[in-house]
């Protein structure tokens, strides 16, 4: 079972067109990623916070219900208060923000992989400090260890549940146009409705195998991609 499709007729002659637009044409600006992480405190307490970062500034709340309720956050920063960050080895991310230093555990190298992804985005689009990454996550490392306790996994670079990219971008099929989650893998493009539901990697709202794509063309605030 390859899951759901993106085209219902993708086994049939005709072709499907999908128009992606880079996030410069988007109306609404969602986060880049968000989700729960554990905020190191002194004395070895450690907080459990939900972050959101976005494309100009992070925000932390205590839950994401309160993000989802417009909540007042804990802590707003512009990205521009940002010194530096760093992926630890230990999948800590170490956020130099504003004067402080915030050490934020996420749930595993894959979890941190994804922040250090979407802080690195961020800041590049705002002229900030490039993201400084552990030895786990250089290239020439092939093996990434996942998850933790009983649950963990090796993924490997090339194989087909490595994530070559992720982020937002704006779809549109059938003159609409949709906000979502893409995650591009060797062998196939999913997308999800957000951050949540990527990082579940369960149940995308389409996906499209590498096979499908007859054609893809580049435009100047993104791509069409035929399917077959």
Not at 7 to 32: K, Q
Not at 56 to 73: G, I, K, L, N, W
Not at 117 to 138: E, R, Y
Request: neutral net charge; charged residues 25%.
């Amino acid at each position: 079972d390859q899951g759901p499709s993106a085209s219902s007729s993708a086994s049939s002659s005709s072709s499907t067109t999908f128009a992606i637009a880079g996030r410069g044409e988007a109306l609404h600006h969602p986060p880049l990623c968000e989700g729960v992480l554990g905020l190191a405190r002194s004395g070895g307490k450690v907080d459990s916070i939900y972050m959101v970062l976005f494309g100009d500034r992070v925000e932390y709340f205590t839950s994401r219900e309160d993000f989802t309720a417009r909540v007042r956050p804990r802590l707003r920063q512009s990205l521009s208060m940002v010194s530096s960050v760093e992926v630890s080895d230990a999948a800590v991310l170490i956020v130099q923000l504003g004067g402080r230093c915030m050490q934020l555990r996420t749930k595993s190298l894959e979890d941190a992989r994804r922040w250090g992804w979407a802080w690195s985005d961020a800041l590049a689009a705002t002229g900030g400090v490039p993201v400084q990454w552990g030895k786990a996550f250089s290239t020439t490392n092939q093996d990434f260890v996942v998850g933790d306790g009983e649950s963990k996994f090796a993924m490997t670079f090339g194989s087909e549940d490595f994530v070559i990219y992720e982020g937002w971008l704006d779809i549109g099929r059938r003159s609409r146009e949709e906000r979502k989650y893409i995650r591009l893998f060797q062998n196939r493009l999913e997308y999800f409705k957000d951050t949540m539901e990527a990082e579940k990697g369960e149940n995308p709202s389409a996906r499209v195998w590498i096979h499908q794509i007859c054609d893809v063309e580049i435009r100047t605030v993104g791509f069409l991609l035929r399917l077959s």
